[in-house]
Structure formats: C-alpha cells, structure tokens
C-alpha cells in the first residue's frame, strides 16, 4: 500500500499522469484485483464502482429509515415478513398485535414448542423399541446409558450371536404391537431388515411429525427468501465432506456428478470395506494368513483415519475398530447434504434477526423485558440445579446406608 501512495504521489504533478497506477490505486481502494498485462481503462472498474455506489446509497437508505419515527420504509416490509412467517406457523392470533419485538419472539417460541413436541414424541418410540428388544435379548439395562449407547450394546448382541429367525419374526410381532414397523429392503434379510429399523428409529427417524416440520421450515424459509442460500450451503458443506472423504479412501468421483451420486458410490465403497472385513473375520483361511491380513487393516485404518488403532493389535481388535468407524462414515455419508432442524431453525432465527436489526436499536422496554425473561430462566435453572443436588445428596445417603450390609441391598 505504501508503494502504491508513493507512487500516485510521484505522479501527482506530472502533465500526463500513470493511468495504470491511478486505476491501481483505485482498484486497490474498491478491493479488486486488475489484470497486471492492461494499461486501457478497466471494466472491472466501472462494474465495482457501481456496486460500491449502490451498497452505499442502499446504507445511506436504511439509516435515514432508522433515525425516522415508525421507520416508514422498513416497517412494512419486516411487519410484512412477520405475518408471512406467523401465517406459515398457524399463529393467525398473534398478527394483530402491534409489537413487532414481541411478535418476532413468539415466532421463535413457536418453532421451539413445535421442535419439541416431535422430539418427545420420537424418543417415546425409540425407548419403546429399545425396551421390548432388550428384553427379548436378555440384555441389561443399565439406566445412565443413553440410547444411543444402548442402540450399540443391542448392535453387539445381534451381531455376536446367531440369532435365528424365529427370533426376528417375534421381535417383530413385539414392535408391530407397539406400532412399530420394520422398514425392508429388497435382497435384506430379516435380521437386516431387523438392524436397519433399529439404526432408523433409535438414531435417525423421520417422523410424519418431523416430516411436517421440516416442511414448515422449508416454506417460513421461502417467505423469508432463504430457501435457496440454505440449500446451497448445506450441499457445498456435503460435497466438502464427500471429497475428502473420497480423496482419504482413495475413490474417483466424477467431475461434474452430483452430490447424491457421489454419496453411493462412497457408500457402496464403505459397505465393500464392511464386507471384506466381515469375510476375514469368518474365513479361517484368511485368519491363518495373519500378516497379509493385518497388512490390509493397517491399510484401511490409515486411510480412515482410526485415532485408537494400532499396527500391532490383536486382529480380532483391529476388526472391531474398524468396523465401528466404517459404521460411523456410512452414516456420516448419509446425513451428508441434509439439512437438519437445528441449521433450518438457525437459518429462520439469523434471517429474522437480520431484519429486525433494520429498525436499529431495540427500545429500552424490549431490553427491559428481555431482562426480566433472563432472569426467569436463571431462576428455573438454579431450582432444577437444586432438585437434581437433593436427589444426588438422596442417592448417595443410600448408598452410605446399605454399604456396610451387603445382605440388605436388594
């Protein structure tokens, strides 16, 4: 920057000045890059320039609005905004009121309570499901696991027995009576057909509920002239993590293919892996080459990338290791591109705030309100924080209670 000043500075009283350094200089002030080779007039110029006059006249606009009463510009089409959004959420009741503060906190409680409402309703059914397969498998619970550790022990169990087919015929006749139903799959056996079902509604289940929600979102982001942004950020972010992934497993993709394409051919690549880890893992011929056996683990470790693998392991180690990494990219290779809840409702929440920053600072009985709101959350945390100290302090006295008489613990 300083050579770029001294040079326009020696040009300053010159009778026919440095073109390329002023436009240089120019370009340099607007935050463009000129081709190096022209000495004529740049049309990147022009082009910035414009831009750079229109985003200032646009700011120029808005702040005018703000330091006007009722902001006349901006208002209606953030009140506009409000209503589209209220309307796509069945708040009809809400569009009469005047406080836009108020109603912008409203929409987010709404889309909470809705988020909410499915999640409780899924996590019933996946305990549902997990109960009734524990207990035809003999499995015992322990009651601080959460599901998804509890999904991996019914994992380990189903995959360390032969579990006939009878069994699954009566595991399923148990789900289908909590109205749980296997999702099949042509050429799937039952067992899984068994184990799919599991993964879908302990881990990754698509409610009708959900369903209707994302769909919701999808359209409050249409009236906020979201939908594409967000769509275009969840693929770039899929397509980011599908070549890597790629590059690491050393897989060709094709150029211009799109990103569902590339998610099969990675997912038929990982379930390749899963099958030829399985086969040595059954073949006793293949168990007796031991070396060129763990000469290709330690090849597919290094390539994904297995932080608690070693070279050296027992081969049976090395296996499970593997194969729960591989579980954990297929389904990393699933969600890839998915948009979930959390990054629609992030999106909505961003967009809204985004306009409602045009009305500049909130009044001071926002602030207030938000204050007193604050407060009563702090409050309910430090009461639930407290319920949960008494139990804690409960459980331990019974534990210091019945630990010298080991007779009287059952």
Do not use: W
């Amino acid at each position: 920057l300083l050579q770029k000043i001294r040079a326009l500075n020696a040009q300053c009283c010159a009778e026919e000045p440095d073109v390329k350094v002023e436009q240089d200089g120019l370009a340099l002030i607007l935050g463009i890059r000129l081709d190096d080779s022209t000495m004529e007039e740049h049309p990147a110029l022009k082009t910035a320039m414009y831009k750079r006059f229109r985003s200032l006249e646009y700011l120029d606009e808005e702040l005018k609005d703000i330091r006007t009463p009722g902001h006349p510009k901006v208002m209606p089409v953030i009140l506009e905004k409000l209503s589209d959004v209220e309307k796509a959420l069945d708040m009809d009741d809400l569009i009469s009121q005047e406080d836009v503060y108020y109603r912008r906190h409203a929409i987010s409680e709404a889309i909470q309570a809705r988020l909410a409402k499915v999640r409780q309703r899924e996590e019933e059914v996946a305990q549902k499901l997990l109960k009734a397969v524990e207990e035809m498998l003999n499995i015992e619970v322990n009651n601080e696991d959460d599901k998804t550790a509890r999904l991996a022990r019914v994992r380990t169990k189903l995959d360390s027995v032969d579990v006939s087919e009878a069994m699954v015929e009566e595991i399923e006749h148990s789900l289908r009576k909590e109205d749980i139903t296997f999702r099949s799959r042509t050429g799937n056996t039952k067992l899984q057909d068994l184990q799919r079902s599991l993964d879908f509604y302990v881990e990754a289940m698509k409610s009708v509920a959900r369903i209707r929600l994302i769909s919701t979102l999808k359209i409050v982001e249409g009236k906020l002239h979201i939908f594409d942004f967000v769509r275009e950020e969840a693929d770039e972010r899929g397509t980011a993590f599908v070549t890597k992934l790629a590059n690491d497993l050393g897989v060709l993709l094709r150029r211009k293919a799109y990103l569902p394409e590339n998610k099969d051919v990675l997912e038929n690549k990982i379930l390749a892996l899963m099958t030829e880890v399985d086969q040595a893992c059954d073949n006793a011929d293949v168990r007796r080459n031991e070396d060129a056996r763990r000469s290709r683990n330690n090849e597919i470790a290094h390539q994904l990338s297995i932080d608690s693998y070693k070279d050296d392991a027992a081969i049976d180690d090395q296996n499970i290791l593997i194969k729960e990494r591989l579980q954990e990219l297929y389904e990393e290779v699933l969600k890839a591109g998915v948009i979930t809840d959390d990054e629609h409702i992030t999106a909505i929440n961003a967009e809204l705030d985004r306009q409602m920053a045009r009305l500049g600072p909130k009044p001071r009985y926002v602030l207030d309100r938000e204050l007193t709101s604050a407060r009563q959350t702090i409050q309910r945390a430090e009461s639930e924080l407290a319920a949960a100290q008494r139990r804690l302090n409960t459980i331990r006295g019974k534990h210091i209670l019945f630990a010298g008489r080991p007779a009287e613990l059952q």
